[in-house]
């Protein structure tokens, strides 16, 4: 964990804590159905952090998670996280496939504007 230092005129980064992955039990979202960017973090003993962003605490959540299967061979233990946005296919595996949908939409819609654009000599 870093805090965030601004000196001018560059910026500084300062070490607090350093924690071991193999040590990490579980990360909980505490609300996998609000816009929410706070976590915890379980190790010997629970941290409660922010992220700047709920995008920024699934990234963190998805990265650990990936880190934890390479170099440990293990799966972390993650809850309160929307496990749809948990997966690197997300936007493909969406329940009602909606994003899906407007992204084939819009691409039809987009061949349509450039063949209607095209010049017929």
Same mark, same amino acid.
């Given at each position: 964990? @870093?805090r965030?230092l601004r $000196?001018? &005129?560059?910026?500084? /980064?300062?070490? @607090?804590? #350093?924690?071991f992955l #193999?040590?990490?039990e579980?990360i909980?979202?505490?609300e996998?159905d609000?816009? =929410? &960017?706070?976590f915890?973090l379980?190790f010997?003993q @629970? /941290? ?5 962003s709920?995008? !920024? ?6 990265? @650990? !998670?990936?880190?934890?299967?390479? /170099? ?7 809850v ?5 946005y948990? =997966?690197?296919?997300s936007?493909w595996s969406? =329940?009602n #496939?909606d994003c899906l $949908?407007?992204?084939?939409i819009?691409f /039809?819609?987009f061949n349509l ?5 095209w010049p017929?000599?």
């Amino acid at each position: 964990m @870093v805090r965030h230092l601004r $000196v001018e &005129p560059e910026e500084k /980064y300062e070490i @607090v804590e #350093k924690w071991f992955l #193999k040590d990490l039990e579980m990360i909980d979202g505490k609300e996998a159905d609000a816009d =929410n &960017p706070c976590f915890d973090l379980h190790f010997h003993q @629970v /941290y409660s952090l922010a992220a700047h962003s709920c995008a !920024s605490k699934y990234t963190f959540a998805r990265a @650990v !998670s990936k880190l934890s299967a390479r /170099y440990l061979q293990k799966d972390l233990k993650i809850v309160n996280f929307d496990d749809t946005y948990l =997966n690197d296919d997300s936007i493909w595996s969406s =329940n009602n #496939k909606d994003c899906l $949908v407007l992204m084939r939409i819009c691409f /039809y819609a987009f061949n349509l504007l450039c063949l209607s654009l095209w010049p017929l000599s």
